[in-house]
């Protein structure tokens, strides 16, 4: 997120999901902050509408990566 406008674009994403009640985007620290009813949403369902917003969930990538990072580090020869 680098701009004011970007967390106005996942804010209206993310408001859009059924049952969210508040949602919370502060683009400086790259934070967003979601409430929700477990009832009638999912954290996968909101994860989904701020990727359909076009922006990659920053822990996703870093778990991808350190997946990754082990992989190699641990792989075994032979």
Do not use: H, Q
């Amino acid at each position: 997120m680098d701009c004011y406008e970007c967390s106005k674009a996942i804010k209206k994403m993310v408001k859009k999901v059924d049952g969210v009640y508040n949602v919370e985007v502060n683009y400086m620290l790259g934070t967003v902050e979601v409430s929700f009813d477990p009832l009638k949403t999912s954290k996968k369902e909101i994860e989904e509408a701020i990727e359909k917003a076009g922006y990659r969930l920053a822990y996703k990538t870093y778990e991808t990566m350190t997946d990754k990072f082990k992989k190699f580090i641990y792989k075994k020869d032979g």
